[in-house]
């Protein structure tokens, strides 16, 4: 594996993790979900950091950053933009909306409505906007960090499924362990250590990184390995909802990165393995009986992960 892209990884995660104390792991899945072109959904509590690890990846690879606060009266122009009438002339012009940037915060996402939620679909899955017959692309690389509290919590609403389906890996950062926790407060007693944070690699580098992720070679056994696991979930009687073949690509690409930043040029069962938990879980919908009887989607990977044969 090339020597930047190692050098350009490493700084990255050094770097984020000055700011984010103890979890490399959500900093890592973060990372392959950016190099491998797709999206990511951080789920947890509130004040675990989600906004902070968006704001400081953004900066990290010098890129423009918009955040949006979801709430019940968000409409889908406030995320897209609009177009305007200039009085002066009696043309209309457009004015972009927060999409048109490098990194968008979606900020808890679940606390508006599915019709605005709707609003990202064509922008995370064809990177533009068409707003009145007109196509217009977004800044390259594109990425959405969308950010939810647990669908219990109140002013919540689901996530329309073909909306989870469009984020590669869903992240759940959890609460610091105590010593991790002591260094956020020392980290925070004069200035946030976000303030002083710079970037360390640029967008034309984020563009170089996921162009070597794609060159990455996947043995036609692992890409059956994946499709296996998948269809293996479309058959499963406790789901109304089983795993589309969107989710079977973002497993074969995550998996390409994870190899990728492994300093491999070749996917391994343990890459698919390790990723089919943050990348599929999110994408199965429970049936009623299922959903009230305790299963979780989790389980539903890990027995799908246990009954599929691992290639040799």
Request: proline content about 7%; some cysteine.
């Amino acid at each position: 594996m090339n020597h930047s892209f190692t050098e350009h990884l490493d700084a990255l995660q050094r770097n984020l993790a000055s700011v984010i104390r103890g979890k490399p792991q959500a900093i890592r899945l973060l990372l392959l979900s950016l190099l491998s072109g797709g999206h990511a959904l951080l789920e947890d509590v509130p004040g675990t950091g989600k906004t902070t690890l968006a704001k400081s990846l953004a900066r990290s690879i010098d890129g423009e950053f918009r955040r949006v606060q979801f709430t019940p009266d968000l409409l889908p122009a406030d995320i897209t933009g609009s177009s305007f009438y200039n009085p002066r002339d009696g043309s209309f012009e457009f004015r972009p909306g927060p999409v048109f940037t490098n990194v968008l915060l979606a900020d808890e996402i679940n606390r508006t409505s599915p019709r605005t939620q709707s609003a990202l679909l064509e922008v995370m899955s064809e990177n533009q906007v068409s707003i009145e017959g007109v196509r217009r692309p977004l800044p390259q690389p594109f990425f959405v960090i969308a950010t939810q509290n647990p669908v219990e919590f109140h002013g919540t609403y689901p996530l329309p499924e073909a909306q989870l389906d469009r984020f590669a890996i869903r992240v759940a950062l959890g609460y610091p362990d105590r010593e991790h926790e002591i260094e956020v407060l020392f980290d925070q007693n004069q200035r946030h250590p976000f303030e002083v944070l710079e970037p360390v690699i640029s967008l034309e580098a984020v563009l170089w990184m996921q162009a070597q992720v794609k060159n990455v070679r996947v043995d036609p056994a692992i890409a059956d390995y994946i499709v296996r696991i998948v269809q293996s979930t479309r058959s499963e009687p406790r789901l109304r909802l089983g795993i589309s073949p969107r989710g079977s690509l973002s497993l074969y690409r995550t998996a390409q990165a994870s190899a990728c930043m492994a300093g491999r040029d070749f996917v391994t069962p343990d890459d698919v393995k390790s990723l089919a938990m943050p990348v599929l879980a999110h994408r199965m919908v429970l049936d009623t009986k299922a959903r009230y009887g305790g299963v979780r989607n989790e389980h539903i990977i890990e027995e799908a992960l246990a009954k599929t044969a691992v290639p040799r």
